[in-house]
Structures are given as structure tokens and as C-alpha cells.
């Protein structure tokens, strides 16, 4: 554990991010989470708060998350790494790499706990405006349709290509299977 939280700074800067998913089983929706940066003594810690912002009823709302865990960075890719402090404490990883933008945008992709085991989808994270309130910010941690207008075409962008490479992956990597030639 020393080596996880005895880290130089990672090149992220602090603060409030959306981290949208794009899952081949649910292709007309995103899920927003709300990530948490912050840059420690000895680490850069992350918490990771999914579907605080869903209905009761609707069903994502029992996939709420509050993921804890470090940020190491090695050779330009961001690695995630974290517990879920809640329900049966199960980890997730998300692997990163900033995208082709002018901003900070990182996309790639996440492996998370799914119904029937691990799952891996599509992920992208954007800078929340510093100007929003974190209440609020929060409260947009739930799914929305791919045609929202709240989830900027870049992002979608962004995960189709990371869905299109994921496709090229060998199945038993995770990947869906390729069409026969």
C-alpha cells in the first residue's frame, strides 16, 4: 500500500469532474457520476459518487456507488482506482488518457461491477464548471438519454470512439465479439 500513497503528484488538477459512462447493454443511455480530485500530502485521492442524483423508482437508482480510492499516473495514463464504501464493497478501475482537446478531458475506459460480473464500458471525464455548485453538480449524477442536451456532443464523440475500440478488443479481453469475415 506504501507504493500507492507514497506517489508524486499526478499532472490532474483538483477538483469537481463528470465521468460519463457508455455501456454496449444500455446504448441509448449515459450514466454522469461526479468525481472528487484532490491532491493529499503523499497522494491524489478520488471519491466517486453514481446515481446520487436518480429518482427513487427509477431503476439506476439501485446502482448508487460512492467509490473511494488513489489516482496513479504512469507514462500518460490516468489509473482510478477505488473501493465502493457502500454495498457489497466492490472495486472498479478506470483507465485513462487525455484526449485529443484543449481542454483537460480524459477518456478510456472502466471495469465496474455489473449485475452478472465484471463489466467493462466506455468512460470519458470533463472539468465540471467551477462556477456550479457542488449540491447541484451532484444532483446531475444520474442517466440521461444519448440525445440529452446536458451531455455535450464532444463527450459523445469521445465514447463512441473509445465503444468502437473496445469493439476491436478479443472477447475473452472483454470485448464484443467480432463479425465473421
Not at 480510492?69 to 507514462?75: I, K, L, M, Q, T
Request: proline share 7%; net charge negative; aromatic share 8%.
Amino acid at each position: 500500500m506504501d507504493i500507492l500513497t507514497d506517489q508524486s503528484q499526478v499532472r490532474m488538477p483538483e477538483g469537481a469532474y463528470w465521468c460519463d459512462y457508455a455501456s454496449s447493454l444500455f446504448p441509448k443511455e449515459i450514466v454522469r457520476a461526479v468525481v472528487l480530485v484532490r491532491h493529499e500530502e503523499r497522494c491524489t485521492t478520488f471519491r466517486r459518487l453514481t446515481g446520487h442524483g436518480e429518482k427513487k423508482g427509477n431503476w439506476w437508482h439501485a446502482f448508487r456507488g460512492d467509490h473511494e480510492g488513489v489516482v496513479v499516473e504512469r507514462r500518460g495514463t490516468y489509473f482510478f482506482t477505488a473501493i465502493n464504501t457502500t454495498g457489497l464493497q466492490e472495486p472498479s478501475m478506470l483507465l485513462m488518457r487525455p484526449a485529443p482537446c484543449d481542454e483537460f478531458v480524459l477518456s478510456g475506459t472502466a471495469t465496474i461491477m455489473a449485475i452478472d460480473g465484471p463489466a467493462i464500458m466506455a468512460v470519458v471525464m470533463t472539468r465540471v464548471p467551477k462556477t456550479m455548485p457542488l449540491l447541484k453538480t451532484v444532483r446531475q449524477s444520474h442517466s440521461y438519454d444519448i440525445d440529452s442536451p446536458d451531455i455535450p456532443m464532444r463527450v459523445i464523440d469521445l465514447l463512441q470512439m473509445e465503444a468502437d475500440r473496445l469493439g476491436q478488443m478479443p472477447k475473452a479481453l472483454g470485448g464484443v465479439p467480432l463479425p465473421a469475415e
